[in-house]
């Protein structure tokens, strides 16, 4: 039987999220509907994520929860990187799974629910060379801020690192489908459109690069903000520097993982910045936008990771004074070279020296909120908080920002920002910015 119901679950990356998102446009154009929250849904979709360990374990796991308690279960859909890296493997290890299909082969998922209401398993992990974007429909559903992926894949090999293998090589989408697209998000409601990529910075089209589409994402009435994320060091071009000098809707923060702070560690990461060209592009991005915001990546106990190294990494942390940051402990990814290297380093010693850095990055980033209190600017509005009369918005540097205002999602309203926590703002209300 035909499912009339979905319910997608998405792990992992902001890219995971805007792919939910477009095969919930795409069962919708079938006719199907989201079920609703609680709800039984007929066909469930697993958008998983491997880029940390026990990423298909847990994927197993949570396929083994989905059996109801008559012994029936929905039509199971294993979508995302686990998918892409367990192909038709992942039939055999769960008998549960009715179709398998990786990130790229999403334009076949409608065809595959089909397929799979007659009795059949599909499994599509191709990477084709006409993209599932073309296939997609038309937005008419956005978010205050809605995600746009303009850039997909990786070409890099940073040695520790499965996205190159499940996501395959570096595409960059056409100029003109981004901005019908990013037109279509605003007629939708959107304020603000934060561009993904693996890469993000990587983009280019016919000699374009990502500075040319922000500058022409930015001429669009309505729209407000224009983020960008995932970028690379080494895609870090002055055009897009500068552009953040230059450019009032691009907003003052900056996602630029290093990894390490160490130099050794970063060639044997197939990095390639060191700590020194990694810290004089930051600079050049202070001298053009002074009050950016500043973030970033770190992986504790990569092999071979001295302590002296860790701290190299801890003076980059401080060096750079991060308004935030994410920090992981390295996980062995199978396939990829970083894993069958020498002097894999002890658990013990990877969660001591990720409590060390947390409590670092934590400090700066109290330190960066606090140096914002008396600011006075604008927050966009996401969303209720939690409670009565309270709403959630961000600022420009990203920080959550808690208001009591009568403002709705996708307002834009003037606060001075009155107190900090370590991961959010307080902001008082002003006069609401004219629309
Ligand atoms: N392309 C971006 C870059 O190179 O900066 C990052 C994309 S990756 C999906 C997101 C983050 O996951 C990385 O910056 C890295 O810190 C982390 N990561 C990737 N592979 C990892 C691994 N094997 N173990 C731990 N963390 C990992
Ligand atoms: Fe992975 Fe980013 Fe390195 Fe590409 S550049 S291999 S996505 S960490």
């Not at 079920?35 to 007929?42: N, V």
């Not at 279960?73 to 055999?92: D, F, N, T, Y």
């Not at 070409?155 to 190159?164: E, G």
């Not at 309505?222 to 691009?250: C, F, N, Q």
Request: with cysteine; aromatic share 6%.
């Amino acid at each position: 039987m035909t499912p009339k119901t979905f319910r997608i679950k998405s792990f992992g990356c902001q890219m995971n999220v805007y792919d939910g998102e477009r095969m919930a446009e795409l069962l919708g154009q079938q006719g199907m509907t989201a079920a609703a929250g609680g709800d039984d849904a007929d066909l469930v979709v697993l958008n998983t994520c491997h880029i940390r360990e026990k990423a298909a374990e847990k994927a197993y796991s949570d396929i083994g929860r989905l059996k109801r308690e008559d012994g029936s279960k929905p039509l199971i859909a294993l979508a995302g990187c686990v998918a892409q890296a367990e192909g038709a493997e992942a039939k055999r290890r769960s008998q549960m799974i009715d179709i398998v299909v990786g990130p790229q082969a999403y334009h076949r998922l409608p065809e595959m629910v089909r397929e799979a209401s007659r009795g059949a398993r599909p499994v599509d992990t191709d990477m084709p060379a006409i993209s599932k974007f073309d296939a997609f429909p038309a937005r008419r559903r956005a978010n205050p801020s809605s995600f746009l992926t303009v850039q997909e894949g990786c070409d890099k090999f940073c040695t520790y690192c499965v996205v190159p293998y499940t996501r395959g090589a570096e595409i960059s989408r056409p100029w003109h489908d981004i901005v019908a697209e990013a037109h279509a998000l605003v007629d939708a409601g959107a304020r603000e459109i934060v561009l993904l990529g693996q890469n993000v910075n990587a983009w280019e089209h016919e000699g374009r690069g990502l500075a040319d589409l922000i500058r022409a994402l930015a001429k669009i009435d309505g729209l407000e903000r224009v983020r960008y994320t995932t970028s690379h060091p080494a895609d870090m071009t002055d055009a897009l520097i500068t552009a953040h000098g230059e450019i009032e809707k691009l907003m003052p923060y900056l996602h630029l993982p290093v990894q390490s702070g160490s130099n050794r560690i970063l060639r044997a990461m197939n990095r390639s910045h060191t700590a020194e060209t990694y810290l004089a592009i930051l600079e050049k991005m202070r001298a053009a936008r002074p009050d950016i915001a500043l973030s970033g990546d770190f992986i504790v106990g990569f092999p071979g990771e001295t302590e002296e190294d860790f701290e190299d990494t801890l003076n980059i942390v401080d060096e750079v004074r991060y308004a935030s940051a994410y920090s992981f402990k390295y996980s062995a990814r199978p396939g990829t070279p970083a894993a069958t290297m020498e002097d894999q380093i002890p658990r013990e010693i990877m969660d001591e020296r990720l409590h060390r850095l947390q409590e670092r990055i934590d400090a700066h980033q109290l330190a960066f909120n606090r140096s914002k209190v008396g600011a006075n600017t604008q927050i966009l509005i996401e969303r209720k908080g939690k409670h009565e009369g309270q709403m959630v918005g961000r600022s420009p540097w990203l920080q959550s920002v808690h208001a009591e205002t009568g403002a709705q999602p996708g307002d834009i309203i003037d606060v001075t920002l009155v107190a900090a926590g370590p991961n959010s703002m307080t902001g008082a209300v002003r006069a609401k910015a004219a629309a």
